[in-house]
């Protein structure tokens, strides 16, 4: 009796740390499924729904990107040792310009929805777990809660810049020079740290009850 | 806010504890592991700089661009240091503004405090925090070549210095930082950025996720030492898998008695002032000395550069 009460109990401890186990492989499969830090994730393929909307982001980040240089190239050209004063005029002159051609743009002309849920899917992933919870934690750091932002609002000089974890950076497609994501409060942003300009952003980016 | 002329009339005949002459430590054992650290118990004189002149010396601050009273005061405390210890470049750890960053903020909260230093000639490499503007890669004098990240070779010495931009570690700077470290043949490489790696403050502290990435690169190309700032106080760390960490984000602002003691990483710490931190590399040597706003030395000592055959090494800390 005591012997079976022994081998059941052993056999459970054995399903039991089987199942730990397992599932510890699986975390740690899931989340070490990144490439190594100097390589992004390869976006999915084109011929998916999800790769047709990478695609299509991409193609507006690069629409954007021209946008910005041609306004930017219109712009007086400044010395090479400009003061603070001509910078700031060129660099306020390009975001009321850029937001003057953008004036009809609203929010999910870049990120579109199906953009929106395939990032969403990628965020979850990176931020699982407790290395989930040590980058939610990093993203938060000087991270307003709540704040508020819109489509053609100027970057608040105020709130500093949201501290992106590699990992998130490695999930997301490379931006070019014009533009960077960046996190205010829990809306992932697309800004352009040139003109100082939020171009467009995604609500509720990062996993739910987990906002410090 | 002090006028200039208030602030820099007590400096002229005011005396700093640096002397010229040899420094008063005790040769550091040879180095046969990674950066060893000698630094004089707490109670003893503070460790001198040599202030050789083949030495290449070094100002460092970070979390500074406030254009509050306590800024001035710690910039004249720099401009005193400096009339005695002539440090060519000061490496800044980022956050370098506060708030609005409008031409008139560039004067009141970098180019008027620290005028005697540039009137001086001695040249600021800034590394970007996360309340700088990406703008202020432009900014001539923080001679960062429009560039976010970006390494120098240092005047004199073999030392190699590398800015890298923490807020936004994409892959393709981390390879950048990757070939850059590989392809250094300098002796000495130094890097300074904004997030600590290592650090023991209660608001802030160890940035793992950032540390997860860059940790393996610093200990597989032989980085012997790492400047960082954001949490707002002085902190040099034990040795850590045989790189020594210094925080340094102290330069304006303060958070006072915000250091975990119990972090159990700390060699030293100051967390009641401001302060910043000069030193000079001779050969394979680095003598410091972390000063406070009022001119109190806070830390001092040398820390020994790691070599080839240290990387990988287990940490080495020889208190004297």
């Known amino acids: 009796m005591t012997l079976n009460y022994f081998r059941s109990a052993g056999a459970a401890w054995a399903a039991g740390t089987a199942l730990v186990v397992a599932t510890a492989v699986l975390t740690a499969q899931q989340q070490t499924q990144l490439p190594p830090p100097t390589q992004r994730v390869a976006p999915p393929p084109d011929t998916t729904n999800t790769g047709k909307a990478v695609e299509e982001f991409t193609a507006k980040v690069k629409t954007y990107a021209a946008l910005h240089q041609k306004i930017e190239a219109g712009l007086p050209k400044l010395p090479k040792e400009a003061s603070p004063q001509q910078k700031d005029f060129n660099q306020r002159e390009l975001g009321r310009l850029i937001k003057q051609a953008r004036a009809t743009a609203k929010q999910s002309d870049v990120l579109t929805p199906t953009m929106q849920a395939y990032v969403r899917q990628q965020l979850v992933k990176i931020f699982a777990g407790a290395e989930g919870a040590a980058r939610l934690a990093s993203v938060m750091d000087e991270n307003p809660v709540g704040a508020k932002v819109g489509v053609n609002d100027r970057y608040p000089d105020s709130i500093p810049l949201s501290t992106m974890p590699p990992e998130v950076l490695q999930v997301l497609p490379k931006m070019p020079e014009e533009l960077e994501y960046r996190f205010v409060g829990d809306n992932l942003v697309i800004l352009d740290p040139h003109a100082h300009l939020i171009v467009d952003y995604m609500p509720a980016a990062l996993p739910k009850g987990k906002k410090s | ?320």
């Open chain 2, 1 to 320: 806010m002090k006028t200039r002329e208030t602030w820099l009339a007590p400096l002229a005949a005011a005396a700093i504890a640096i002397t010229a002459a040899t420094c008063t430590l005790a040769q550091p054992e040879p180095t046969a592991g990674p950066a060893a650290v000698t630094a004089p118990p707490a109670q003893a004189p503070p460790a001198t700089l040599r202030n050789a002149s083949n030495s290449m010396k070094i100002g460092v601050m970070g979390d500074f661009g406030t254009g509050t009273r306590v800024q001035y005061e710690t910039a004249a405390q720099m401009l005193k240091t400096y009339q005695a210890f002539k440090y060519e470049i000061v490496l800044l750890t980022g956050d370098n503004l506060y708030g609005d960053e409008r031409p008139q903020d560039f004067v009141l909260k970098f180019e008027k405090p620290y005028k005697p230093l540039l009137d001086a000639g001695v040249k600021f490499y800034a590394s970007l925090g996360n309340h700088d503007s990406r703008e202020q890669r432009t900014y001539p004098p923080f001679n960062m070549g429009d560039k976010l990240y970006y390494s120098f070779k240092a005047p004199r010495q073999d030392v190699r210095f590398f800015a890298f931009e923490s807020t936004y570690p994409e892959p393709e700077q981390i390879k950048w930082l990757e070939d850059e470290l590989k392809g250094s043949r300098e002796a000495w490489k130094v890097m300074f950025f904004h997030h600590p790696l290592y650090s023991s403050g209660g608001r802030h502290g160890s940035d793992t996720q950032l540390r997860g990435v860059l940790e393996p690169l610093f200990i597989k190309y032989n980085v012997s030492m790492v400047l960082t700032g954001h949490d707002h106080f002085y902190e040099r760390t034990k040795p850590q898998k045989g790189i020594v960490y210094f925080v340094l984000g102290a330069g304006g602002q303060l958070r006072m008695g915000n250091i975990d003691r119990t972090s159990g990483i700390t060699a030293r710490g100051f967390d009641t002032d401001t302060s910043f931190m000069v030193g000079e590399f001779i050969d394979d040597e680095f003598v410091f000395q972390a000063i406070s706003r009022t001119g109190q030395i806070i830390d001092s000592g040398t820390v020994s550069r790691r070599k080839a055959e240290d990387a990988g090494g287990a940490p080495a800390t020889r208190p004297r």
